[in-house]
Nanobody, 125 residues
Framework: QVRLVESGGGFVQAGGSLRLSCVAS????????MGWFRQAPGKDREFVTA????????FAASSLRGRFTIFRDNVKNTMFLQMNGLKPEDTAIYYC??????????????????WGQGTQVTVST
């Protein structure tokens, strides 16, 4: 079993930045990918970005490239999401996910095995 704990969410003005963290733990943590999803009120959970845990290769929703960056610290089993130029439409609960995921289905919510509890990000105008 893998436990994921997010942190770093909060309230920020438009144009600001936040960095989210996700710490993974478990007796035998070994997954192919970790990623970030988000869910705004009344909307489906959507893919943000993901990283291959071994190679560091990244995947990102095309609409978010250039503003959001994913990176990891393998030693600390920690993944990060650096968010710059935040917009009010980025307001959502951000979830950390992990699993053995087919890269061709990286943006597919059911493909992911483990989820964190989520952290709220609110961007004001």
């Amino acid at each position: 079993q893998v436990r994921l704990v997010e942190s770093g969410g909060g309230f920020v003005q438009a144009g600001g930045s936040l960095r989210l963290s996700c710490v993974a733990s478990g007796s035998s943590f070994s997954v192919s990918h970790m990623g970030w999803f988000r869910q705004a009120p009344g909307k489906d959970r959507e893919f943000v970005t993901a990283i291959n845990w071994n190679s560091g290769s990244t995947f990102a929703a095309s609409s978010l490239r250039g503003r959001f960056t994913i990176f990891r610290d393998n030693v600390k089993n920690t993944m990060f999401l650096q968010m710059n130029g935040l917009k009010p439409e980025d307001t959502a609960i951000y979830y950390c996910a992990a699993g053995d995921v087919d890269p061709l289905k990286i943006d597919n919510v059911p493909m992911w095995d483990f989820w964190g509890q989520g952290t709220q990000v609110t961007v004001s105008t």
